[in-house]
T-cell receptor, first 111, second 115 residues
Framework: GENVEQHPSTLSVQEGDSAVIKCTYSDSASNYFPWYKQELGKRPQLIIDIRSNVGEKKDQRIAVTLNKTAKHFSLHITETQPEDSAVYFC??????????FGTGTSLTVIP | DAGVIQSPRHEVTEMGQEVTLRCKPI?????LFWYRQTMMRGLELLIY????????DSGMPEDRFSAKMPNASFSTLKIQPSEPRDSAVYFCASSFGQRDNYGYTFGSGTRLTVV
């Protein structure tokens, strides 16, 4: 997306290790930051999101952190499992109601 | 709720033919989005509607592409004439609320192949 940069583009981790994916954005007015997971051949699905009034949100093994000063937010997956292998997308809002997606991170969890 | 419903799931057509993709958003959602996904370009926003009105179509590639939303429960994306470079997965998504409020729910997508 034009206003969202995502890194890395690929990531391989051993099962049980942690994975971190980072996105930076440019729109300082942004206050909602979602993450999507897309398994091969399937639709993107919202897995976690965060609003700007908090710095961190957790849901079991996944968490998202937000640094509004630096304009970046990160997805953290702990105790990775093979079923976590997928492409992960961050998204940033534009001036309207639409989201532009990052270029995606292909995560491979090696058993 | 059955979620966002797209049809067809797969479409193979010859270059020059007209293609129509269909989408039924989640009942109560007031925003609808059409995205195109390819390996080279990722997820591209084509157009979005709010309360059935097109708000931003700047992502529509060219005049061959058009989209309509005649009512709150139905939208179409039409390509006429189709070209091989239009081959991609086309996703429809819907959401409720204004900016920064809610994430999207995607449909299963239509895999379009133009030969």
């Amino acid at each position: 997306g034009e206003n969202v940069e995502q890194h890395p583009s690929t990531l391989s981790v051993q099962e049980g290790d942690s994975a971190v994916i980072k996105c930076t954005y440019s729109d300082s007015a942004s206050n909602y930051f979602p993450w999507y997971k897309q398994e091969l051949g399937k639709r993107p699905q919202l897995i976690i999101d965060i609003r700007s009034n908090v710095g961190e949100k957790k849901d079991q093994r996944i968490a998202v952190t937000l640094n509004k000063t630096a304009k970046h937010f990160s997805l953290h997956i702990t105790e990775t499992q093979p079923e976590d292998s997928a492409v992960y997308f961050c998204a940033g809002p534009n001036t309207g109601n639409q989201f532009y997606f990052g270029t995606g991170t292909s995560l491979t969890v090696i058993p | 709720d059955a979620g966002v419903i797209q049809s067809p799931r797969h479409e193979v057509t010859e270059m020059g033919q007209e293609v129509t993709l269909r989408c039924k958003p989640i009942s109560g959602h007031n925003s609808l989005f059409w995205y195109r996904q390819t390996m080279m370009r990722g997820l591209e926003l084509l157009i979005y509607f709010n309360n059935n009105v097109p708000i931003d179509d700047s992502g529509m590639p060219e005049d061959r592409f058009s989209a309509k939303m005649p009512n709150a429960s139905f939208s179409t994306l039409k390509i006429q004439p189709s070209e091989p470079r239009d081959s991609a997965v086309y996703f429809c998504a819907s959401s409720f609320g204004q900016r920064d409020n809610y994430g999207y729910t995607f449909g299963s997508g239509t895999r379009l192949t133009v030969v």
